[in-house]
């Protein structure tokens, strides 16, 4: 095992926090229109790299038009931490009656 090297260069850290590196895995998909359907070319676990794809796809003739991105959230965790954040301010709110009353 050598120390120097990253041993997992796609490994999520924390200098990566506000770049969109925490996202997940597959976080964006550039997509190519086939017919009426789009088909799925390649995942990016973040929206930086997705772009350079998308850039160096359109450079190599891709039509612009033909070419998307699509980010995928994750709903539930969002969902999850709004459910939290309205149980603990119920909480607060609770609390702060029972001290004033």
């Given at each position: 095992?050598?120390?120097?090297?990253?041993?997992?260069?796609?490994?999520?850290?924390?200098?990566?926090?506000?770049?969109?590196?925490?996202?997940?895995?597959?976080?964006?998909?550039?997509?190519?229109?086939?017919?009426?359907?789009?088909?799925v070319v390649a995942r990016y676990p973040d929206a930086t790299s997705a772009a350079h794809a998308l850039d160096a796809a359109?450079?190599?003739?891709?039509?612009?038009?033909?070419?998307?991105?699509?980010?995928?959230?994750?709903?539930?965790?969002?969902?999850?931490?709004?459910?939290?954040?309205?149980?603990?301010?119920?909480?607060?709110?609770?609390?702060?009656?029972?001290?004033?009353?």
């Amino acid at each position: 095992m050598s120390f120097g090297a990253d041993p997992d260069p796609d490994a999520y850290t924390l200098d990566r926090v506000g770049r969109g590196g925490l996202r997940g895995r597959d976080a964006t998909t550039l997509e190519r229109r086939q017919g009426e359907t789009w088909v799925v070319v390649a995942r990016y676990p973040d929206a930086t790299s997705a772009a350079h794809a998308l850039d160096a796809a359109i450079a190599e003739g891709g039509s612009p038009t033909d070419l998307r991105l699509v980010t995928r959230g994750h709903p539930g965790v969002h969902r999850l931490l709004l459910i939290g954040a309205a149980v603990l301010a119920v909480i607060v709110a609770v609390s702060l009656w029972q001290i004033i009353a």
